[in-house]
């Protein structure tokens, strides 16, 4: 019998499942633990070609284990690593799930009905999308990214007529770049079932179709295929593809969510190429204060505060919520400590980024550092101070370098940088310097200085 589901569609699929039962999409330690199943290899050899460093005990017996629960009760059959790729491969009325609407081809967009605020990157995003052929949405997990571009689509896909064709596609499970065209040209209808067709050809076929017809695209979560953490193969092919999607003419528009800042997409950009970039930063305080009342939570300076120490970023502010709500049935008052709580949620988020060298440098782990240090008992450091400071440890760097580390933080939504009666001054949200104290507390700056 012929296979009629690739991994990449079972992997969506999934994903789907996901998000209609915990309202998010498969996670990175689940995605490697599919990639096992599928293609029969020990959990700890797809760890290894994944680049992750999670532990073999996490994902067999955490991530995996919900993972077979959970499709074993969508499905009301027993699914497990052995039988997964034999249950998927050859059942071809699961296809169905990939589709929800007539409208959005391919995966399922995240619920974007409560989305608050943003009101000037929505506008942005569409008048991009009409002079552009690439837009990339970035900001720090949990900052809106995928609900900002669901939001749009689905109006667009609504009542739009700049786009015939919309597509949504999440790729944090790193699809090779042939089997990813091989989706779309399938969504949209132009065969991809050639299995002699190289990467070249298939590149071939989409950009004829993006010139015949206006087609939206978006590609939910990109750095895993183009940031500096992916396979280099992965990164190279992908390279080479969003170079041609953005240099050659077509009218079609793509939409790539990052969790972090892809210096690659900034360079075409610099290059004056057909690509527009809008990174999503922390909530206002006023939009935060909106958040919080829709759950029908009296606003006062407690929570005000809590706005801060989560950086405005929304995802962690409604855990915060939630927590509150279910310990003392609505009564924030009584929990005095919302920072401790934004701090546990975010551990996950803020480790990912200190353990990834490619995403937090040793020099900006210096600079919040120092900046955590000067902050305590202040509601900002003064940049002339922290400057002082940095280069007294670090002479052999420069101010512009210190600046640029500034730029890169800010990017990651780890600070502020306001202008006050001192002159410019950088603010850290009460979370990450708990953080940034607690991880580097035992750490001598000249340890620090060590390694950089």
Known sequence: MASLLSFSQSIKIVDNISVQIKNRGLTDAEAVALRAAWENIKYTKAIAE???????????????????????????????????????????????????????????????????????????????????????????????????????????????????????????????????????????????????????????????????????IVLDEVDSMIGLESPPDIREEYQVFFRRMVEEQHQSCFWLTAKNFVEELSMYQRMKLSIQIIHLGSLSQEDGQQLIESQGIVFDADWGQMIHSCMGNPLLMQAVIRKVIQAQDGKASLVSDKTSLALDEFEYVLKRLFDNATDVKNLEILVLFKAAILQEGYESVPLKTLNHEILKIKPDISNIDVFNCLERLQKHNLIDLITNNEGAAIVMGNTIKKYILRKYANKLEKELDSFL
């Not at 739009?160 to 949209?188: A, I, M, T």
Request: proline share 3%.
């Open 50 to 216: 994944s680049g992750y460093s999670y532990s073999e005990s996490y994902v067999r017996s955490d991530a995996a284990r919900n993972l077979w629960r959970m499709l074993s009760d969508y499905y009301g059959a027993k699914i497990s690593k052995l039988n997964f790729r034999d249950y998927f491969e050859y059942n071809p009325d699961l296809l169905v799930t990939t589709t929800v609407s007539s409208d959005i081809l391919g995966g399922i967009p995240p619920s974007a009905e409560e989305l608050i605020g943003r009101t000037n990157e929505i506008k942005q995003l569409k008048q991009f999308s009409k002079t552009n052929q690439c837009v990339c949405i970035s900001g720090i997990s949990g900052i809106g990214k995928s609900s900002l571009a669901a939001k749009v689509i689905s109006q667009l896909a609504k009542k739009s007529s700049l786009f015939d064709y919309f597509v949504w596609l999440p790729v944090h499970y790193q699809p090779v770049l042939r089997n990813l065209l091989k989706d779309l040209l399938l969504y949209l209808g132009k065969g991809g079932s050639d299995n002699s067709l190289s990467s070249q050809d298939l590149s071939n076929l989409l950009l004829q179709f993006l010139q015949q017809n206006r087609c939206l």
